[in-house]
């Protein structure tokens, strides 16, 4: 068992998941309906990647969607370890995030992580993904200021 393996194992007793198995496994968990992988980083072993999918944004958006991406990458997520970005494959939108193992990282410190950053997830997908075109316009008219929360 690698330290990965024992923080999901920590993560589905603190969360109450009876089948911490097929989460080890998969590497991969729902939360708040988003999916959320789990990846050791073979170059850098002291740290793993999550990485929230939040799903393919509305044909003709994918432009103001990156560039509202990149801008939330510079105002609030950098000191984070965290990054918005558009998957190559699938065209789906995504958050990285990089942590690190050691003795804060928990089962318990690993479901506040996720909970955190899956209402950055919801906000994003229901107020820039999945928002009607007129709320669209209205976000990416560049019109606007990053408050950070």
Request: hydrophobic share 40%; glycine share 8%.
């Given at each position: 068992m690698g330290p990965l393996t024992d923080l999901l194992s920590d993560f589905c007793?603190?969360?109450?998941?009876?089948?911490?198995?097929?989460?080890?496994?998969?590497r991969m968990v729902q939360v708040k309906g988003m999916e959320?992988?789990?990846?050791?980083l073979s170059d850098d072993p002291d740290h793993f990647q999550i990485q929230f999918r939040f799903g393919a944004m509305a044909a003709g958006r994918a432009l103001r969607v990156f560039r509202l991406m990149l801008e939330a990458n510079l105002l609030v997520y950098a000191k984070d370890n965290a990054q918005f970005a558009i998957d190559p494959d699938t065209g789906d939108s995504i958050m990285l995030l990089r942590a690190g193992f050691g003795t804060n990282t928990t089962g318990q410190w690993l479901a506040d992580t996720l909970a955190h950053y899956a209402e950055h997830g919801l906000y994003w997908k229901?107020?820039?993904?999945?928002?009607?075109d007129e709320q669209f316009n209205g976000v990416a008219s560049g019109e606007y200021q990053w408050m950070r929360a």
């Open positions: 007793r603190c969360v109450g998941l009876i089948d911490a198995s097929t989460v080890i496994k998969q959320v992988g789990f990846e050791a229901n107020n820039i993904l999945n928002c009607e």
